[in-house]
């Protein structure tokens, strides 16, 4: 089955520096993949959808320039969280449609858990 | 914006008992789906339903659409511990972009 490679699988940082999270569909192509954060016991809030070759697409109350997205290739994208704090703690999971079914059903990442300190 | 939300939130069940969740949005759906999480895990793809008053069923699990394509219930029957888990439906909006939106989400509980 299609699988989508998430890494790291956890980090900690400090306060002030960036973390970069990759997100790769490794065995399809995804023109389009998905940003979720999810906090402890929450439901997964879409940050972003990013587009292959072109800009992401922020939804509302979502820092563009604090959460840089960048989609070069049909099978990566990068989430990098810009000046962590410790508010920015939180599990982040990226997830990727195939590119050829479009209406078929996400594919996630193992998701990232982000502590700031 | 769109909202999807289910109820319960917390649903504690004894083992062998019966569960449902249920599933509500804002606007019609174009289709919807169903994840399972577990604990530290992320979200697992369960089933996709199209149709309005579509019906699919996974063993014990039963999935509905509702005939207004707003809701959605997922039922199981005769729970077992590996039930455990949240359970959230995603819906993509009728006629909407591509992305989906993610329900509240059932946290349920068995007990052994």
């Known amino acids: 089955g299609a699988v989508v490679s998430q890494h790291p699988s956890r980090v900690i940082c400090k306060s002030g520096t960036s973390v970069k999270i990759e997100c790769r569909s490794l065995d399809f192509q995804a023109t389009t993949m998905f940003w979720y954060r999810q906090f402890p016991k929450k439901s997964l809030m879409l940050m972003a959808t990013?587009?292959?070759?072109?800009?992401?697409?922020?939804e509302q109350g979502v820092e563009k320039d604090k959460f840089l997205i960048n989609h070069a290739s049909l099978t990566l994208s990068t989430l990098t969280v810009t000046s962590a704090h410790p508010e920015d703690s939180s599990f982040y999971i990226c997830?990727?449609?195939?590119?050829?079914?479009?209406?078929?059903?996400?594919?996630f990442g193992n998701g990232t858990r982000l502590t700031v300190t | 914006g769109q909202q999807v939300m289910q109820i319960p939130q917390y649903q504690h069940v004894q083992e062998g008992e019966d569960f449902t969740t249920y599933c509500n949005s804002s606007t019609t759906l174009s289709n919807i789906q169903w994840y399972k999480q577990r604990p530290g895990g992320h979200p697992v793809f369960l089933i996709q339903l199209v149709k309005s008053g579509e019906v699919k069923k996974q063993k014990r699990l039963t999935f509905q659409f509702g005939e207004a394509k707003k809701n959605s219930s997922l039922h199981i029957t005769a729970t077992q511990t590996t039930d455990v888990g949240t359970y959230f439906c995603?819906?993509?909006?009728?006629?909407?972009?591509?992305?989906?939106?993610f329900g509240t989400g059932t946290k349920l509980q068995v007990i052994p």
């Open positions: 995603a819906g993509r909006i009728l006629r909407g972009y591509q992305k989906v939106t």
């Open positions: 997830s990727a449609r195939d590119r050829m079914a479009p209406y078929s059903p996400l594919h």
């Open positions: 990013s587009n292959e070759g072109s800009k992401a697409t922020y």
